[in-house]
């Protein structure tokens, strides 16, 4: 099993940026290919970005492509998800989560372990 815990997220002006944080403890973080999804009142868990286990590869949302990157310290057991140029529709908890067999996803319901999500809010 791995554990995870969300950091860094806040209230900011649109325009702005946060930098959030996934720390990971538990087993092994580079077995995982690790994803962000938000969550927005009253809608369905949407996914955001992946990386894969090795973190040579990476995918975003169509909504976030261009604003958002994803990256990860295997040696630091970390996850982080730059958010740039942050819009007020971007407002959501965030959550980090891990995917324990092998390829890639969008699907949350694939993905194992999750996070308890911190809050992001982007004022107009």
């Known amino acids: 099993q791995v554990q995870l815990v969300e950091s860094g997220g806040g209230l900011v002006q649109a325009g702005g940026s946060l930098r959030l944080s996934c720390a990971a403890s538990?087993?092994?973080?580079?077995?995982?290919?690790m994803g962000w999804f938000r969550q927005a009142p009253g809608k369905e868990r949407e996914f955001v970005a992946v990386?894969?286990?090795?973190?040579?590869?990476?995918y975003y949302a169509g909504s976030v492509k261009g604003r958002f990157t994803i990256s990860r310290d295997n040696a630091k057991n970390t996850l982080c998800l730059q958010m740039n140029s942050l819009k007020p529709e971007d407002t959501a908890v965030y959550y980090c989560?891990?995917?324990?067999?092998?390829?890639?996803?969008?699907?949350?319901?694939?993905?194992?372990?999750w996070g308890h999500g911190t809050q992001v809010t982007v004022s107009s």
């Open positions: 989560a891990a995917k324990a067999n092998q390829g890639w996803d969008t699907i949350a319901s694939r993905y194992d372990y």
């Open positions: 538990g087993r092994t973080f580079s077995s995982y290919d």
């Open positions: 990386v894969t286990r090795s973190g040579a590869f990476t």
